[in-house]
């Protein structure tokens, strides 16, 4: 299947060969001799050039794509389209992040296309004394009194994204970029493979329900095997999934197929089997037993940061866990609420529609129960759901976020063209694919220069916004600092919107909220099933 790709240019070779040896050379015949000829220029430069992955697969036909691609503003506007109804990611989304990406001009004229008026609506209230903020490097010290090794991470980084989802040369350029812009990229939980390693960059190590890096030949949890690739310096903090916004409560095969010595390298896995992710974790099965776990993790690490990411479900259940750092005494030192919109890894429709609890509900719940429980202080909160632009990590980190993380948003920058192919190994310009001939075409040297871009660059609209709302620091947005429409269209601030729960009030029963009281006093830290 991977040959249609240059029929192209057999056609074109084909008739320059005819025209040149079978046809009389008249000067219509010259013409269009040399029209085959440049056309074969064209089509090896297409294939030897990196800066376009589509060029590079489908090399003289994908010109057409960017021939539509210019002439497509005034078809969309006058016949089919707008630039907010693509989904899950606009044309205007997109187009961010690629103008970032390639450090070209990424302001608009003629005002907002955004429907202002409409439901849902939210805006940043600037200051009549707005600063500028000559620093962007903004980072959050992730690390409590019982970390030995604190982390100072960067307020953007890269999401979980496992090797085998995505190709060699995808993960060599992320890694390579994060390297590059001075930021992490999360494995996945495919493990740590020799790209991860190859590019030098940050890495959170992120250990799902297959312990995929860390596992006996039965795929239980090995201590051993984890420490060899804990301790690595380029390791920075450790992850636990307990389940993903795309499909949260449900497993993952990767088949047998598409399983190559590279991934089972990486993975701990044999070839010619298929490679199960149960649903849950084998390692434990009690809130108690879970908080024992994340402490050998930390200690078999070196003193690393441990952590958990999960898409909030069952909210009594995350109380359990809260209740279980009070009783052991061992606290994480971050926690990753994914959003249900987070949506890189193929999920059954049912699950990506409708399971699992969307980011801004489950980033207020978990924020408000750690102020709660008075454990807010001692635990870091990262936030992923489609946080691609510096008004989306803004918003987040006034809801209670720590730091933002993207999956698609560095996709985009690698080259995604939004196919959503992703699943089907045959993905256009080779970031979600095994197949190496398309994965040849990302050029790893020009897209981690991307990656690196897209991270500077949005940060340095992030101190833009922090700065026009009179900030030092865009770590310090408040709700106070957004409003938004209600459904009937009204204003709403962001502390109605997203409201900051008293610290304590659920150690001392205070009524601030009556749906939070009760779940908590049902929670129990010895098992997940209520009291």
């Not at 399971?355 to 709660?372: A, C, D, I, K, Q």
Request: contains cysteine; glycine residues 10%.
């Amino acid at each position: 299947m991977t040959m249609e790709r240059f029929i192209p240019m057999v056609i074109v070779v084909v008739l320059a060969v005819v025209a040149a040896t079978l046809i009389p050379l008249s000067s219509w015949f010259i013409i269009a001799l040399f029209a085959c000829l440049a056309l074969v220029v064209l089509g090896i430069y297409d294939l030897v050039q990196g800066h376009h992955s589509i060029l590079r697969n489908y090399p003289i036909l994908g010109h057409m794509r960017f021939l539509f691609e210019g002439i497509r503003p005034e078809i969309r506007q006058y016949l089919i389209e707008s630039d907010q109804d693509e989904e899950p990611f606009s044309r205007e989304q997109r187009s961010l992040v690629y103008q970032r990406a390639k450090g070209v001009e990424d302001k608009r004229p003629f005002g907002t296309q955004e429907r202002i008026y409409d439901a849902g609506y939210a805006w940043l209230t600037h200051s009549i004394q707005p600063r500028h903020l000559e620093n962007s490097d903004f980072r959050t010290t992730i690390g409590n009194e019982s970390c030995a090794k604190p982390y100072e991470a960067s307020l953007y980084n890269i999401s979980a994204m496992s090797f085998g989802a995505l190709s060699a040369n995808a993960i060599l350029a992320l890694n390579t970029g994060a390297r590059m812009g001075g930021f992490a990229q999360d494995t996945g939980e495919g493990g740590i493979s020799r790209y991860h390693r190859a590019g030098g960059g940050d890495l959170i190590y992120e250990i799902g329900s297959g312990y995929f890096g860390c596992r006996t030949p039965e795929g239980k949890f090995c201590p051993d095997r984890f420490a060899e690739q804990a301790v690595d310096d380029q390791v920075k903090m450790i992850e636990v999934k307990l389940s993903q916004g795309a499909k949260p409560g449900h497993g993952g095969m990767l088949p047998a197929a598409k399983i190559s010595p590279e991934i089972a390298e990486a993975r701990g896995v044999p070839m010619g089997r298929d490679c199960i992710s149960p649903a849950a974790h084998s390692a434990f099965s009690t809130p108690v037993e879970f908080m024992e776990y994340l402490a050998t993790l930390r200690q078999l690490s070196g003193g690393k940061p441990v952590g958990f990411k999960l898409c909030i479900g069952h909210r009594r259940e995350f109380m359990c866990i809260v209740k279980a750092m009070i009783e052991t005494g061992v606290v994480p030192d971050f926690i990753v609420v994914d959003g249900k919109e987070g949506g890189t890894g193929a999920a059954p429709l049912e699950f990506a529609n409708h399971v699992g609890m969307p980011l801004v509900e489950g980033l207020s719940f978990v924020h408000n129960t750690l102020r709660g429980a008075n454990l807010r202080d001692k635990v870091k909160i990262g936030a992923a759901g489609k946080l691609i632009s510096a008004f989306d990590i803004a918003r987040a980190i006034a809801m209670g976020a720590d730091w933002a993380n993207s999956a698609r948003g560095f996709m985009f920058a690698i080259g995604c063209i939004q196919g959503q192919a992703c699943h089907t190994n045959r993905c256009p310009v080779g970031v979600a694919t095994q197949d190496k001939l398309r994965a040849r075409a990302l050029d790893v040297g020009d897209k981690s220069r991307r990656v690196a871009n897209f991270h500077r660059n949005t940060m340095k609209a992030l101190a833009e916004m922090a700065g026009a709302a009179g900030l030092e620091d865009p770590c310090s947005f408040l709700p106070h600092h957004f409003m938004q429409r209600d459904k009937s269209g009204e204003m709403l601030s962001g502390d109605q919107a997203w409201r900051w729960l008293p610290e304590g009030f659920l150690i001392s029963g205070e009524p601030a909220d009556a749906g939070y009281l009760d779940r908590w006093n049902r929670a129990r830290p010895d098992s997940f099933k209520p009291v």
